[in-house]
């Protein structure tokens, strides 16, 4: 038997959390550990190889023999103190022995071995929660992310294993005591940035460092979503810069890349900061970029569809800051969602998304100017007209589908100067005035839902009243989300194009307006009343004058209508 097997000999230490498709029956981490102690028992001339091959095999017996001793022992207070004290021995001596025999591997081989089967033993804790604080008070998450930058990147990644293990996010929630002195230690000892150093000095064409970056992520993810605050800080510790070049690496689409893209649109969920760092980092074209190649071609798989709709949400969420709008501009993202639109590829329905979020509201002012410029009226009206039946495939719902169409044409009925709202209202007057009637079509569609909304939960109110019930703001809100469900803002938009073209000066557009209304029982009061609640609840999030000054331009063109 030769050293190369002796070394592969591995105790069993338990189940470990598996990516789709591992086969947990032959560890390939175990493999490589045994590779890369040959290699160095090969390089080292100094000792005699049948001695290390001796002494490794009495040791991996010893160790198989207190494994088997170990299965009975149970987990209290003393065992992990216990642990953590022979974890800290073990890692001190490796590192003593690395300092003092740095060209003779066979010196300090054996340590590295007890190491690994310590950090092993130590999974263990993660059934306990509880006991986290032990973690802290005896040094052990200081000692765990020194090991993250260990020169065996075996020893690197078993730390990740037991992080990821220690942070998921069931137990965390088990013991929430627990888990706030964990994740401070951690973020206290700079965890994120150390993550990152470590994924960038592992070759992911080997299958259990592949393994290693995608644990590594889920810690991330796991304390992102305890403590959705760390966000901000992760970002800056050189997550963010990774993401980026992990997701516009030419290599294969693999589950890496997959996660990738969850977690960085994670990082940039309502996320300002995140959203400003990602700009500045030329993040807007590497989205476009990653996103252009489903112009023409749909995704292939499940998992790849899965990762374009995460790389849409991000470019949704960097476009609520106004500066990456004008990123987008400048990197042709208008002319690519307007392509995508064209192509009628499974892209569109989040290319749609995209335009609405780029468009609206004044900054979106030279994203609508634009939008015109680069024919998209000739793309976005005949989605007005009619949903397609592949959108509806797709999954996107009809309310989805028509939401962000009337939002885009409403943004630029308020933003478009000169000839290109000319061009703009001119599309309402095409064949006798075809679209105003789906204006209406719709209006009263979705004018009918919300009623009887409000009709239903009048109702709920007065048997509230009667049974002597609060109407408290937690009621009141839940009320207004289904009145949202029913299609409340999507009326708001019809109503608001409805008041916009009635004000263009077209008399042909105001008149056709009014005529539909009296022809189906219709109400230019009801319409007021509509764009009045739209006008209280407008520019949430923007400045008070904005507010103001917004508020009263609606009104005035109520006066009008």
């Given at each position: 038997?030769?050293?190369?097997?002796?070394l592969n000999y591995?105790?069993d230490?338990?189940?470990?959390?598996?990516?789709?498709g591992?086969?947990?029956?032959?560890?390939?981490?175990?493999?490589?550990?045994g590779r890369?102690l040959?290699?160095?028992?090969e390089?080292?001339d100094?000792?005699?190889?049948?001695?290390?091959?001796k002494?490794?095999l009495?040791?991996?017996m010893?160790d198989?023999?207190?494994?088997d001793?170990?299965?009975?022992?149970?987990?209290?207070e003393s065992s992990?103190?216990k642990m953590?004290l022979?974890?800290?021995k073990?890692?001190?001596?490796?590192q003593?022995?690395?300092?003092?025999?740095?060209?003779?591997?066979?010196?300090?081989?054996?340590?590295?071995?007890?190491?690994n089967d310590?950090i092993?033993?130590?999974?263990?804790i993660?059934?306990?929660?509880?006991?986290?604080?032990?973690?802290?008070?005896?040094?052990?998450?200081?000692?765990?992310?020194?090991?993250?930058?260990h020169?065996?990147?075996?020893?690197?990644i078993?730390?990740?294993d037991?992080?990821?293990?220690?942070t998921?996010?069931?137990?965390?929630?088990?013991s929430?005591?627990?888990?706030e002195?964990?994740i401070?230690?951690?973020l206290e000892?700079?965890?994120?940035?150390?993550?990152?150093q470590?994924?960038?000095?592992?070759?992911?064409?080997?299958?259990?460092?592949?393994d290693?970056?995608?644990n590594?992520?889920a810690?991330i993810?796991?304390?992102a979503?305890?403590?959705?605050?760390?966000?901000t800080?992760?970002?800056?510790?050189?997550?963010?810069?990774?993401?980026?070049?992990?997701i516009k690496a030419?290599?294969?689409?693999?589950?890496?890349?997959l996660?990738?893209?969850?977690v960085?649109?994670?990082?940039?969920q309502?996320n300002?900061?995140?959203?400003?760092?990602l700009?500045?980092?030329?993040?807007i074209?590497?989205?476009?970029q990653?996103?252009s190649?489903?112009?023409?071609?749909?995704?292939a798989?499940?998992?790849?569809?899965?990762?374009m709709?995460?790389l849409?949400?991000?470019?949704?969420?960097?476009l609520?800051?106004?500066?990456?709008r004008d990123?987008f501009?400048?990197?042709?993202?208008?002319?690519?969602?307007?392509?995508?639109?064209?192509e009628?590829?499974?892209s569109?329905?989040?290319a749609?998304r995209?335009?609405?979020?780029g468009m609206?509201?004044?900054?979106?002012?030279?994203n609508c100017h634009k939008?015109v410029?680069?024919?998209?009226?000739?793309?976005?009206?005949?989605?007005?007209?009619?949903?397609p039946?592949?959108?509806?495939?797709?999954?996107?719902?009809?309310?989805?589908h028509e939401e962000?169409v009337?939002?885009i044409i409403?943004?630029c009925?308020?933003?478009?100067?000169?000839?290109?709202?000319t061009?703009?209202?001119?599309?309402f007057t095409?064949?006798d005035?075809?679209?105003?009637?789906?204006?209406?079509?719709?209006?009263?569609k979705?004018?009918e839902?919300?009623?009887?909304?409000?009709k239903?939960?009048?109702?709920?109110?007065?048997?509230?009243?009667?049974?002597?019930?609060?109407?408290?703001?937690?009621?009141?809100?839940?009320?207004?989300?289904?009145?949202?469900d029913?299609?409340?803002?999507?009326?708001?938009?019809l109503?608001?194009?409805?008041?916009?073209?009635?004000?263009s000066?077209?008399?042909q557009?105001?008149?056709r307006?009014?005529?539909?209304?009296?022809?189906?029982?219709?109400?230019?009061?009801?319409?007021?009343?509509?764009?009045?609640?739209?006008?209280?609840?407008i520019?949430?999030?923007?400045?008070?004058?904005?507010k103001?000054?917004?508020?009263?331009?609606?009104m005035?063109?109520?006066?009008?209508?």
């Amino acid at each position: 038997m030769d050293v190369g097997e002796l070394l592969n000999y591995q105790p069993d230490r338990g189940a470990k959390r598996l990516r789709a498709g591992d086969d947990d029956d032959d560890d390939p981490r175990n493999k490589k550990a045994g590779r890369e102690l040959a290699r160095h028992l090969e390089g080292d001339d100094s000792e005699d190889p049948s001695s290390d091959r001796k002494r490794i095999l009495e040791k991996l017996m010893d160790d198989d023999e207190d494994a088997d001793d170990q299965e009975g022992e149970p987990v209290d207070e003393s065992s992990v103190k216990k642990m953590i004290l022979t974890f800290e021995k073990r890692s001190y001596k490796n590192q003593e022995l690395r300092i003092k025999f740095p060209d003779t591997p066979g010196r300090f081989m054996e340590t590295e071995l007890d190491l690994n089967d310590i950090i092993q033993e130590m999974h263990v804790i993660a059934t306990m929660p509880d006991l986290y604080h032990l973690l802290v008070e005896l040094n052990a998450v200081h000692s765990l992310l020194g090991l993250l930058s260990h020169e065996n990147t075996d020893i690197a990644i078993a730390v990740v294993d037991l992080l990821q293990e220690l942070t998921d996010i069931d137990t965390l929630h088990e013991s929430e005591e627990g888990a706030e002195v964990l994740i401070d230690s951690l973020l206290e000892g700079q965890v994120v940035a150390l993550l990152v150093q470590n994924m960038e000095r592992l070759d992911e064409q080997v299958k259990e460092e592949a393994d290693g970056v995608y644990n590594t992520l889920a810690i991330i993810e796991n304390m992102a979503e305890f403590r959705p605050g760390l966000c901000t800080e992760a970002a800056q510790q050189g997550l963010m810069q990774w993401l980026l070049k992990r997701i516009k690496a030419k290599i294969p689409f693999d589950a890496n890349k997959l996660y990738c893209s969850e977690v960085l649109a994670i990082l940039l969920q309502n996320n300002d900061s995140t959203r400003e760092l990602l700009g500045e980092l030329d993040g807007i074209d590497v989205l476009l970029q990653q996103l252009s190649v489903f112009k023409r071609h749909n995704p292939a798989t499940a998992e790849e569809q899965e990762m374009m709709e995460n790389l849409f949400d991000a470019m949704c969420s960097c476009l609520m800051l106004a500066a990456n709008r004008d990123r987008f501009l400048r990197g042709e993202g208008l002319q690519l969602m307007n392509l995508m639109l064209r192509e009628k590829k499974m892209s569109r329905t989040s290319a749609l998304r995209v335009l609405d979020h780029g468009m609206i509201g004044p900054e979106g002012s030279d994203n609508c100017h634009k939008f015109v410029d680069i024919l998209g009226l000739r793309t976005i009206f005949p989605l007005f007209m009619k949903t397609p039946k592949k959108m509806r495939k797709a999954g996107a719902a009809d309310k989805e589908h028509e939401e962000h169409v009337c939002s885009i044409i409403s943004s630029c009925l308020r933003n478009l100067k000169a000839q290109q709202r000319t061009r703009l209202l001119s599309k309402f007057t095409e064949n006798d005035c075809e679209k105003v009637d789906r204006l209406m079509e719709l209006h009263f569609k979705y004018l009918e839902a919300v009623q009887l909304a409000d009709k239903r939960i009048e109702g709920e109110k007065h048997d509230m009243v009667k049974r002597g019930e609060i109407l408290d703001d937690v009621m009141e809100d839940e009320f207004y989300l289904r009145r949202l469900d029913a299609g409340l803002f999507v009326l708001q938009l019809l109503c608001y194009i409805m008041v916009e073209i009635s004000n263009s000066g077209i008399s042909q557009l105001q008149q056709r307006v009014h005529q539909i209304l009296n022809l189906r029982g219709g109400s230019v009061k009801v319409v007021r009343h509509i764009m009045r609640e739209y006008a209280e609840n407008i520019g949430d999030g923007k400045s008070e004058e904005f507010k103001e000054s917004e508020q009263k331009r609606i009104m005035d063109l109520l006066e009008n209508f």
